[in-house]
């Protein structure tokens, strides 16, 4: 049995996420994979919480030193969001000889290219699966499996809050703000949801995917982006009345030696693969030149879809060091 000792950064939704698939399923992981997972830090300041999980208080640190200046902890799990303090945080793992595994779309968006080439350079692994479709396996595919194809088109519903608020109109016939104060109540949308229905969200998502697929680094600032903020209900039954439905989407083809990309409600005939795709669900679709098309679909966010990817990465470079 190898030992993989692991510290947690932010102990939020995600992060209580992880802790509670790592209790529920270790005993699963080290019967099959070999590896005996142990939370050994997190970095957390607010200790008293409840999370509904049973945390030793000892675990808990606001010192970034109990966890970089620790020979022990061999990957660090970045869960805390935002950009500029979760990168400082990664690079500071990545200095000290840590593999990263992170969640982190925003930050990953802004500095793709800084924190893969830093953690290339410094022979540690940066694994990310869960920044893009939650628990659905996207990243490791396109980066694996999936390689021996020349990518030509993707188009992606990647957001479960604009996706989940298009549902409910189109089948239920409810206007967008009924239904964007019930996807709040169920923990669906922030209290402030501009970053999901204006199509940030989305757009750090595509901004990754454009790095991985097509070799081209697109800023998410620099993605042609329009939410969903101005659908209304006349136009939802303008949609049904041709035999479509209305999704957000991302797009991205390819142009000769480039690719174009962008993000808006697009009508889609209910025969295409996308349009069925309702409610929280997320999905992508995907052409290469000698797989043709594929589709990814799941579970794009929640607690435990999104650990059961964090762990993925986890154990991936559990099994590959030393």
């Not at 949801?193 to 595509?206: H, I, M, T, W």
Request: aromatic share 6%.
């Amino acid at each position: 049995m190898k030992n993989v000792n692991i510290a947690i950064l932010g102990l939020g939704n995600i992060g209580t996420g992880v802790y509670k698939a790592l209790a529920m399923n270790g005993a699963h992981i080290a019967s099959t994979t070999g590896l005996d997972i142990t939370v050994a830090k997190i970095f957390e300041k607010d200790t008293d919480r409840d999370r509904g999980i049973d945390v030793a208080p000892s675990l808990f640190t606001q010192d970034e030193g109990d966890i970089f200046g620790d020979p022990a902890i061999d990957i660090v799990v970045e869960l805390i969001g935002g950009v500029d303090f979760a990168t400082s945080l990664m690079f500071k793992a990545v200095a000290a000889g840590k593999h990263v595994v992170t969640a982190n779309k925003a930050a990953l968006a802004a500095n793709f290219e800084q924190l893969t080439g830093t953690a290339e350079g410094a022979g540690v692994m940066l694994r990310y699966e869960a920044s893009v479709g939650g628990g659905i396996p996207i990243i490791g595919p396109l980066t694996t499996s999936l390689l021996a194809n020349r990518y030509e088109e993707l188009m992606g519903i990647l957001n479960g809050t604009t996706n989940y608020i298009l549902t409910k109109m189109t089948q239920e016939g409810r206007p967008y703000g009924e239904v964007l104060q019930e996807a709040q109540a169920k923990g669906f949308a922030e209290a402030d949801p501009s970053g999901d229905v204006e199509g940030e969200d989305l757009a750090n998502k595509l901004s990754i995917l454009m790095s991985l697929v097509f070799g081209k680094r697109v800023l998410p600032s620099d993605i042609p982006t329009t939410g969903i903020t101005g659908i209304t209900m006349d136009d939802i039954r303008d949609a049904e009345k041709a035999d479509c439905v209305i999704k957000l989407v991302a797009s991205a083809f390819r142009q000769g030696d480039g690719a174009e990309c962008f993000i808006q409600p697009v009508l889609l005939n209910k025969g295409h693969p996308l349009a069925s795709v309702n409610d929280e669900y997320n999905a992508l679709y995907i052409k290469g030149n000698a797989v043709d098309d594929l589709m990814f679909y799941g579970k794009g966010a929640g607690p435990l879809p999104t650990a059961s990817a964090v762990l993925g990465d986890v154990i991936e470079i559990g099994r590959a060091i030393g």
